[in-house]
């Protein structure tokens, strides 16, 4: 192997098996797919001898490590065949999500309700959900959260989508045309500043965006357009007839993944730092500063609090905290002292945390 070699693979020309794979092991998280031509050549380029050392099942536990997906975990069930649920019509924001995490070799499953979504696990129709939970500018789905509470699903990832609404028609409409224009309420208040330039127009609210796509393009009435994002356009076959009209450009909504709790440990990554948790607190003084001080001793982040009333328990609350650490022994025993100053803690997942945004 020559020097510049060695130097770029950053590990000794005489070593053993062993000390292959846990360099291997070791550097997996932070290689970049790019990297995998160099490191074969690499391995290609060693003594002979030492090659033959890597034959058979040795060569593919070696290429699993530096193969492995950076998204998700190699012992991610088979994403072919794997059906996701997600509330909504196709060509939701939600059906975006879901293939912007999981690639578009998925069977998305559209349930008209959060509801009908959450139980389509247990039916038999699905394999996984994928569910809205947090806005940038509309702040937490609560019921996704009461619903997720109440199941017996765990989060094992996470992903955030940019919200970029799109004014659809049918082909062959212009602004011209338009008159009616109809979309989610919120989706309509989320673009206040293009219809004041079209103040002629009449606002229709819809139950979905992709619906309202769907509705608009059936009807074959080039006046009646639809406020949803790229993908319903897409998937019903409209036209764009103005883009990104929403009034905020930074408008991104964080979805989850959820699977049933007895199959998390197929998802799980060593990188997994973020953990989700639902905690209920006993009545006495200082009780929440209790229960949240060994987070900041143990150098653990708090990303995210917030309280939701207990249904059938008047004037009591849980709370949903967001946590990441940097070390997982910290975070575990962080964990262990609120477990012992809560009156119940529920880990919701452990996941990888979502690293930036990506354009639908």
Same mark, same amino acid.
Not at 224 to 241: D, S
Not at 254 to 283: C, D, G, Q, Y
Not at 294 to 315: D, M, T
């Given at each position: 192997?020559?020097?510049?070699?060695?130097?770029?693979?950053?590990?000794?020309?005489?070593?053993?098996?062993?000390?292959?794979?846990?360099?291997?092991?070791?550097?997996?998280?932070?290689?970049?797919?790019?990297?995998?031509?160099?490191?074969?050549?690499?391995?290609?380029?060693?003594?002979?001898?030492?090659?033959?050392?890597?034959?058979?099942?040795?060569?593919?536990?070696?290429?699993?490590?530096?193969?492995?997906?950076?998204?998700?975990?190699?012992?991610?069930?088979?994403?072919?065949?794997? +059906?996701?649920? @997600?509330?909504?019509?196709?060509? &939701?924001?939600? *059906?975006? !999500? /879901?293939?912007? $995490? %999981?690639?578009?070799?998925?069977?998305?499953?559209? +349930?008209?309700? @959060?509801?009908?979504?959450?139980? &389509?696990?247990? *039916?038999? !129709? /699905?394999?996984? $959900? %994928?569910?809205?939970?947090?806005?940038?500018?509309?702040?937490?789905?609560?019921?996704?959260?009461?619903?997720?509470?109440?199941?017996?699903? /765990?989060?094992?990832?996470?992903?955030?989508?940019?919200?970029?609404?799109?004014?659809?028609?049918?082909?062959?409409?212009?602004?011209?045309?338009?008159?009616?224009? /109809?979309?989610?309420?919120?989706?309509?208040?989320?673009?206040?500043?293009?219809?004041?330039?079209?103040?002629?127009?009449?606002?229709?609210?819809?139950?979905?965006?992709?619906?309202?796509?769907?509705?608009?393009?059936?009807?074959?009435?080039?006046?009646?357009?639809?406020?949803?994002?790229?993908?319903?356009?897409?998937?019903?076959?409209?036209?764009?007839?103005?883009?990104?009209?929403?009034?905020?450009?930074?408008?991104?909504?964080?979805?989850?993944?959820?699977?049933?709790?007895?199959?998390?440990?197929?998802?799980?990554?060593?990188?997994?730092?973020?953990?989700?948790?639902?905690?209920?607190?006993?009545?006495?003084?200082?009780?929440?500063?209790?229960?949240?001080?060994?987070?900041?001793?143990?150098?653990?982040?708090?990303?995210?609090?917030?309280?939701?009333?207990?249904?059938?328990?008047?004037?009591?609350?849980?709370?949903?905290?967001?946590?990441?650490?940097?070390?997982?022994?910290?975070?575990?025993?962080?964990?262990?002292?609120?477990?012992?100053?809560?009156?119940?803690?529920?880990?919701?997942?452990?996941?990888?945390?979502?690293?930036?945004?990506?354009?639908?």
């Amino acid at each position: 192997m020559s020097f510049r070699a060695q130097r770029e693979c950053r590990m000794p020309h005489r070593i053993s098996l062993a000390e292959y794979l846990r360099f291997s092991l070791a550097r997996k998280h932070t290689a970049a797919s790019s990297d995998v031509a160099r490191d074969l050549a690499a391995l290609r380029s060693l003594p002979i001898p030492i090659f033959f050392l890597f034959a058979g099942q040795t060569v593919l536990l070696v290429l699993r490590s530096l193969l492995q997906d950076k998204r998700l975990p190699m012992s991610t069930p088979n994403r072919k065949t794997m +059906r996701v649920a @997600f509330q909504g019509e196709p060509g &939701a924001f939600s *059906e975006a !999500a /879901a293939i912007q $995490l %999981l690639g578009s070799a998925i069977t998305t499953i559209p +349930r008209h309700t @959060f509801e009908t979504a959450f139980t &389509a696990i247990a *039916e038999g !129709a /699905a394999d996984a $959900l %994928l569910a809205p939970v947090e806005n940038s500018l509309a702040g937490s789905v609560v019921r996704v959260f009461d619903l997720l509470n109440e199941s017996r699903l /765990a989060i094992v990832a996470e992903t955030i989508l940019p919200i970029e609404m799109q004014l659809i028609a049918a082909p062959g409409a212009s602004l011209a045309d338009i008159r009616s224009v /109809a979309s989610h309420p919120m989706a309509l208040a989320q673009c206040e500043r293009f219809f004041a330039a079209h103040p002629q127009w009449k606002r229709v609210p819809a139950e979905d965006t992709a619906g309202s796509v769907r509705e608009a393009l059936s009807r074959g009435d080039k006046s009646y357009a639809a406020i949803a994002g790229r993908r319903a356009a897409e998937h019903y076959h409209g036209v764009i007839l103005a883009a990104s009209i929403q009034d905020n450009a930074e408008n991104f909504t964080r979805f989850v993944l959820l699977v049933p709790e007895n199959e998390t440990a197929a998802w799980i990554s060593p990188a997994a730092r973020k953990v989700s948790l639902a905690m209920r607190l006993a009545h006495r003084p200082g009780a929440l500063l209790t229960s949240l001080e060994p987070f900041a001793r143990h150098g653990v982040n708090l990303l995210k609090i917030e309280s939701r009333p207990i249904h059938g328990q008047p004037w009591e609350y849980q709370f949903f905290i967001d946590v990441e650490a940097s070390d997982v022994t910290r975070l575990e025993q962080a964990l262990n002292e609120v477990r012992v100053a809560t009156s119940e803690l529920r880990v919701l997942g452990r996941y990888v945390a979502a690293s930036g945004v990506s354009s639908e």
